[in-house]
């Protein structure tokens, strides 16, 4: 995201009524457009539910909760939240 000066882009009168707010700092100015979930365009919310599932797989097929983390490279508690949660794949993909 590119730096750009409020000179340049808005009328005097609201760089006058935002300066009673903010005066010199960085100001962010979200988007109009619709915003999605987090993972959503990048893939990734997918990809870590399927990582999930895996996990919980291999945990009913008795794989340990310490080899998982190893084999995860993830905490021994991160497994724990995984294996013990409720929520699927399935779930992440009935809330797209």
């Known amino acids: 995201m590119a730096y750009k000066n409020a000179r340049d882009i808005l009328p005097c ?3 006058r ?7 010199g700092d960085l100001l962010y100015i979200p988007t109009k457009s619709d915003k ?3 993972g959503i365009r990048s893939g990734a919310r997918q990809k870590y539910a399927e990582r999930n599932d895996e996990i919980r797989e291999q945990y009913k097929n008795r794989t340990s909760v310490e080899e998982l983390a190893k ?5 021994i508690d991160s497994i ?3 294996v013990y949660g409720t929520q699927s794949s399935d779930d992440t993909k009935k809330a797209q």
């Open 13 to 15: 009168e609201l760089i």
């Open 17 to 23: 009524e935002i300066q009673k707010y903010i005066d």
């Open 36 to 38: 999605t979930e987090w």
């Open 71 to 75: 084999r995860y490279f993830l905490s």
């Open 80 to 82: 724990k939240k995984i």
